[in-house]
């Protein structure tokens, strides 16, 4: 059983930065890539941000050169960092696992609000 523990989300005003961390742990046998999700009330679950074992990344186009993924591989632990957060940034975030063996997993979610 893998399980995905967020932390780092909460309330900020526009224009501030965020960190989200998301640490896997369990049966893990290999990651493929590690992501963020977000889902903003009435609207589909959409990607962030995605960083492959290799350290490709993956951004939407709304948080380009603002948002940052990166990972450590050790920990297996993926972080968010958000910069010039926006008010369409609310959402609540979810961290995805990818592994080679088995099916994906999804962490509970943190909610984050940017309002002044």
């Known amino acids: 059983q893998v399980q995905l523990v967020e932390s780092g989300g909460g309330l900020v005003q526009p224009g501030g930065s965020l960190r989200l961390s998301c640490a896997a742990s369990?049966?893990?046998?290999?990651?493929?890539?590690m992501g963020w999700y977000r889902q903003a009330p009435g609207k589909q679950r959409e990607l962030v941000a995605a960083?492959?074992?290799?350290?490709?990344?993956d951004y939407a186009d709304s948080v380009k050169g603002r948002f940052t993924i990166s990972r450590d591989n050790a920990k297996n632990t993926v972080y968010l960092q958000m910069n010039s957060l926006k008010s369409e940034d609310t959402a609540v975030y979810y961290c995805k696992l990818d592994p080679f063996v088995g099916s994906e997993h999804w962490g509970q979610g943190t909610q984050i609000t940017v309002s002044s």
């Open positions: 960083i492959t074992s290799g350290g490709s990344t």
């Open positions: 369990g049966s893990i046998f290999g990651i493929v890539a």
